[in-house]
Every structure is written in C-alpha cells, then in structure tokens.
C-alpha cells in the first residue's frame, strides 16, 4: 500500500487540522513533550490515531535528513484531481474566478510555495500539466504549510487544450515573460483571470505562450533579470487581490 510521510510540526499540525482522514499514524521522537508536541499528540488521540515513539536517529532516516522537528505523519499520499473535476470547479467558481497555471515548475520546493501562496490569495484551482511537473510529495507537502490539502490542484495531460477551454468560459489567460510590454502593475486583473507562470530560466513553453490572451512583466528596478517563480507568483497574485478589493471598495 502506498503511503507519504508528512514532517514538521507546522505541516503535521495543518494536516491533523484540515484533512485528519489521510493519517495513519503518528511517529513521535522519544522524550519530545514540549506543548507543541503534546498538543499533536492531544490532537491524535481525540481522533483515535496511532502514535509511535522512535528515537531521533530512526525518523532521521525515514525523513532521509529532512527538518522533522521530531514529529512525522505516515498518511495517505496527497492525489491531484482528475481533469474531470475542472468543469465542476469552475461552475462553482463564481463570476470572477481567479486561477494559477504553473507551467513547468518542476522543483517540489516552488510547488509547495505556490500552493501555499495560492491558498492565502484564495485562488480558486491551481492546474498543472501531467507532465514536466513535481510531484505531490512530502517536500511539497511540508513547504505548503497545509495548504496542499486543501487548494484544488489539477494535472492536465494537454495544457495548450485546457487553455483554450478556460478562454470558451469567458476567463482571461495573462501570462508572465521579462519581455512583455505591460507591467502587472497596468494590467486589470479583476475579471475572470488565469495567471500562467513559467519555470525559472526558460518561461512558458511555445505552444501556452501562444494560447495566452496578453502577456505581463513584472518590473525590475535592480541587476537580477528575473524573480523565483514562487515569489513572482505571490507578486502577480497579491497585484490581482489588490485590483480586486480595490474594486469592491
């Protein structure tokens, strides 16, 4: 049976908080009890899942070095929605949804970052292509900070297609490239709006490029050309959350 391991007290704590049902059991460092501990280990047993103490070297070997903080969750692995559940999504997306499209971001660490940055922007759907893509794993789990159980996240095996579809319900695709003429900051992003980021270093592939509606920069006033996608994501979506309040008000 397949399984993840999620780790750190702050990953472990959102999980146990937003999605306790994929937990198997807790593996707990022997003689950890500080109050954060003691409350994961409160927090399980209201819930009936197993805790198992280990030594500090044994969950240094299941985590393979990683920052556990003494506390790792053996649970089902986290799933990205079948394409089939886009349509639902959208239909239940209101009338100005606002989504991220990250194409090509393949290191786990930016993914996780993303989600996390995506969750607080409220972005309806995060979507993915199949391929060329991180996976779901602990990493991304644990750099989310929670927020990878709980934004929709949908891996498509044609981008270029789901593009086009997105742009039939009336939502416009903005893409991110150094070489745009508008800047994020005199571009409206208040109505229905996809924001695509590329990967570092070679941006958007050909063929999502083309099937953008208008294309944006962010501006650089120093000597480095370009931001880590995770940070020009929470740029543009933080931008688009300005616009929209700034319209209500």
Same mark, same amino acid.
């Given at each position: 049976?397949? @399984?993840?391991?999620?780790?750190?007290?702050?990953?472990?704590?959102?999980?146990?908080?937003? $999605?306790?049902?994929?937990?198997?059991?807790?593996?707990?460092?022997?003689?950890?009890?500080?109050?954060?501990?003691?409350?994961?280990?409160?927090?399980?047993?209201?819930?009936?899942?197993?805790?198992?103490?280990?030594?500090k070297a044994q969950l240094d070997l299941r985590t393979g070095g990683g920052r556990h903080q003494g506390v790792i969750a053996e649970c089902e692995p986290i799933k990205a929605l079948s394409e089939k559940a886009l349509d639902t999504l959208l239909d239940?997306?209101?009338?100005?949804?606002?989504?991220?499209?990250?194409? +090509?971001?393949?290191?786990?660490? $930016?993914?996780?970052? %993303?989600?996390?940055?995506?969750?607080?922007?409220?972005?309806?759907?995060?979507?993915?292509?199949?391929?060329?893509?991180?996976?779901?794993?602990?990493?991304?789990?644990?750099?989310?900070? +929670?927020?990878?159980?709980?934004?929709?996240?949908?891996?498509?095996? $044609?981008?270029?297609?789901?593009?086009?579809?997105? @742009?039939?319900?009336?939502?416009?695709?903005?893409?991110?490239?150094?070489?745009?003429?508008? *800047?994020?900051?005199?571009?409206?992003?208040?109505?229905? %709006?996809?924001?695509?980021?590329?990967?570092? +270093?070679? +941006? #958007?592939?050909?063929?999502?490029?083309?099937? %953008?509606?208008?294309?944006?920069?962010?501006? #650089?006033?120093?000597?480095? *050309?370009?931001? $880590?996608?995770?940070?020009?994501?929470?740029? %543009?979506?933080?931008?688009?959350?300005?616009?929209?309040?700034?319209?209500?008000?």
């Amino acid at each position: 049976m397949s @399984q993840t391991d999620i780790f750190g007290l702050h990953a472990v704590t959102s999980l146990l908080n937003r $999605n306790p049902g994929r937990v198997r059991r807790l593996w707990v460092q022997q003689g950890r009890r500080d109050e954060r501990v003691q409350t994961l280990l409160d927090t399980a047993e209201t819930l009936n899942i197993k805790v198992v103490e280990e030594p500090k070297a044994q969950l240094d070997l299941r985590t393979g070095g990683g920052r556990h903080q003494g506390v790792i969750a053996e649970c089902e692995p986290i799933k990205a929605l079948s394409e089939k559940a886009l349509d639902t999504l959208l239909d239940y997306a209101g009338e100005a949804p606002l989504l991220l499209i990250l194409d +090509g971001v393949t290191d786990p660490h $930016n993914l996780g970052a %993303c989600l996390r940055t995506a969750d607080a922007a409220g972005v309806t759907l995060v979507i993915a292509p199949k391929d060329k893509s991180a996976p779901l794993n602990a990493t991304v789990a644990k750099v989310a900070c +929670g927020a990878a159980e709980v934004v929709p996240y949908i891996q498509v095996t $044609n981008l270029a297609r789901t593009l086009q579809l997105l @742009q039939q319900r009336g939502i416009w695709i903005t893409g991110t490239a150094g070489e745009a003429e508008a *800047s994020v900051y005199q571009t409206d992003l208040t109505g229905p %709006c996809a924001l695509v980021m590329g990967a570092e +270093g070679k +941006g #958007m592939r050909r063929l999502t490029r083309e099937n %953008c509606d208008q294309l944006i920069n962010i501006p #650089m006033a120093g000597e480095v *050309s370009s931001l $880590n996608v995770s940070v020009a994501t929470g740029v %543009c979506l933080f931008e688009a959350v300005r616009q929209r309040a700034a319209a209500q008000s």
